[in-house]
């Protein structure tokens, strides 16, 4: 096992690697940047979503400024850069690292990675890190709720459906759950928004945040329903088509165990129905579930909550992802990716040696590399 745990670190490496080239590619040829975004707020024509400068229209010439000629190599590179100091376009690019060769940057960014610096915000005056564990709560409070809520609905409606296979429960709960997959959840979050948060009918629930603006000089319990109250149409858009899957895989896990030779044996020994179930088959058919926790929770935490958080307006990992790259902050995107990236394969990583924790007689030791 120990040559296996190694051998899976070890293709950690190489998998980050490509992870970050591939990424740092399609950045240098993305549309836009960090100094396009400078100099869009400087002229007035910054229209994006998180725009913090509005000049409208009018341009803003820094001092010492020119008039450049539509042919001059210094700005003719950046959109909207006419006008400008070439002097000023220089230290824009010196300040954000575009001085140097794209090789250059990338390797200097591997040697800080490897050391865990992820430097400073490009747009917000602080550290790449203090920004993650800023929003962490935030995100850690969606993935967790979310992976519980999961498995509570998820493991005894799959027992009840492969107990019940081919019975009307069974039927019309499989299509309810089609259904549920199948429904975008941001969508569902607009309508729910829509329907209980002030849009157009009800105002139940709030739209915005996680607490209230009172939270604070609320008493213990009082902070806890506030707390769950803000957490009720979230996670109602985020649970609706995750226990889909995990439904499906718990009631055919279960199948495939009850129809095994060891089953019939203890039904024929005269076991009740709930002996053979618990007693024998819950553990065999709960393995894949078990081992899979850390995967799914990761999935929630990471990913399952970016537009959700975006149209709740809750200030987690999800929404600096996103606002990131739209701001072109190009250290919190690399950061966060690494970040992710490397928690994934950790967390894959944990899942198989969860697998031989629940089951000994699985032994990746032998596997062929």
């Given at each position: 096992?120990?040559?296996?745990?190694?051998?899976?670190?070890?293709?950690?490496?190489?998998?980050?690697?490509?992870?970050?080239?591939?990424?740092?590619?399609?950045?240098?040829?993305?549309?836009?940047?960090?100094?396009?975004?400078?100099?869009?707020?400087?002229?007035?024509?910054?229209?994006?979503?998180?725009?913090?400068?509005?000049?409208?229209?009018?341009?803003?010439?820094?001092?010492?400024?020119?008039?450049?000629?539509?042919?001059?190599?210094?700005?003719?590179?950046?959109?909207?850069?006419?006008?400008?100091?070439?002097?000023?376009?220089?230290?824009?690019?010196?300040?954000?690292?575009?001085?140097?060769?794209?090789?250059?940057?990338?390797?200097?960014?591997?040697?800080?990675?490897?050391?865990?610096?992820?430097?400073?915000?490009?747009?917000?005056?602080?550290?790449?890190?203090?920004?993650?564990?800023?929003?962490?709560?935030?995100?850690?409070?969606?993935?967790?709720?979310?992976?519980?809520?999961?498995?509570?609905?998820?493991?005894?409606?799959?027992?009840?459906?492969?107990?019940?296979?081919?019975?009307?429960?069974?039927?019309?709960?499989?299509?309810?759950?089609?259904?549920?997959?199948?429904?975008?959840?941001f969508l569902f979050a607009i309508l729910l928004i829509v329907l209980f948060a002030g849009g157009s009918f009800f105002s139940v629930f709030p739209l915005r945040g996680l607490t209230s603006d009172n939270f604070w000089s609320l008493p213990w319990y009082a902070q806890i329903a506030d707390y769950f109250w803000h957490l009720v149409l979230p996670l109602t858009s985020m649970v609706l088509g995750a226990f889909a899957t995990m439904t499906l895989l718990t009631k055919n896990s279960f199948l495939d165990e009850i129809r095994?030779?060891?089953?019939?044996?203890?039904?024929?020994?005269?076991?009740?129905?709930?002996?053979?179930?618990?007693?024998?088959?819950?553990?065999?058919?709960?393995?894949?579930?078990?081992?899979?926790?850390?995967?799914?929770?990761?999935?929630?935490?990471?990913?399952?909550?970016?537009?959700?958080?975006?149209?709740?307006?809750?200030?987690?990992?999800?929404?600096?992802?996103?606002?990131?790259?739209?701001?072109?902050?190009?250290?919190?995107?690399?950061?966060?990716?690494?970040?992710?990236?490397?928690?994934?394969?950790?967390?894959?990583?944990?899942?198989?040696?969860?697998?031989?924790?629940?089951?000994?007689?699985?032994?990746?030791?032998?596997?062929?590399?």
């Amino acid at each position: 096992m120990t040559a296996y745990i190694l051998r899976r670190i070890a293709l950690m490496i190489p998998t980050l690697l490509g992870i970050l080239l591939v990424s740092f590619v399609v950045v240098q040829f993305a549309p836009g940047g960090p100094v396009e975004r400078v100099i869009a707020q400087l002229t007035g024509s910054d229209v994006s979503a998180t725009a913090r400068i509005s000049g409208g229209g009018s341009e803003i010439v820094q001092p010492g400024a020119t008039t450049m000629g539509p042919a001059d190599p210094i700005v003719s590179k950046y959109r909207g850069a006419q006008g400008l100091d070439p002097q000023f376009i220089k230290e824009l690019e010196r300040q954000f690292g575009f001085d140097k060769p794209a090789h250059e940057r990338f390797l200097l960014m591997l040697w800080n990675f490897a050391r865990f610096d992820f430097g400073k915000s490009y747009f917000r005056d602080t550290s790449v890190i203090d920004l993650v564990i800023e929003k962490l709560p935030v995100s850690i409070s969606l993935g967790l709720w979310m992976t519980l809520i999961t498995y509570l609905i998820s493991i005894p409606l799959g027992i009840s459906k492969a107990m019940r296979d081919g019975s009307r429960f069974d039927v019309w709960s499989s299509g309810v759950i089609v259904i549920g997959y199948a429904i975008p959840g941001f969508l569902f979050a607009i309508l729910l928004i829509v329907l209980f948060a002030g849009g157009s009918f009800f105002s139940v629930f709030p739209l915005r945040g996680l607490t209230s603006d009172n939270f604070w000089s609320l008493p213990w319990y009082a902070q806890i329903a506030d707390y769950f109250w803000h957490l009720v149409l979230p996670l109602t858009s985020m649970v609706l088509g995750a226990f889909a899957t995990m439904t499906l895989l718990t009631k055919n896990s279960f199948l495939d165990e009850i129809r095994k030779q060891y089953v019939t044996t203890a039904r024929m020994k005269g076991l009740t129905e709930r002996r053979v179930l618990y007693g024998h088959v819950f553990r065999n058919a709960m393995l894949i579930i078990i081992a899979g926790f850390p995967g799914a929770f990761i999935g929630a935490f990471f990913s399952g909550s970016l537009l959700i958080e975006t149209i709740f307006s809750l200030d987690g990992l999800g929404l600096l992802g996103f606002e990131s790259v739209l701001n072109r902050d190009y250290p919190v995107v690399f950061a966060t990716l690494y970040i992710f990236s490397l928690v994934g394969l950790i967390v894959n990583l944990v899942s198989d040696l969860t697998y031989t924790w629940v089951d000994p007689r699985i032994d990746f030791e032998t596997r062929e590399a």
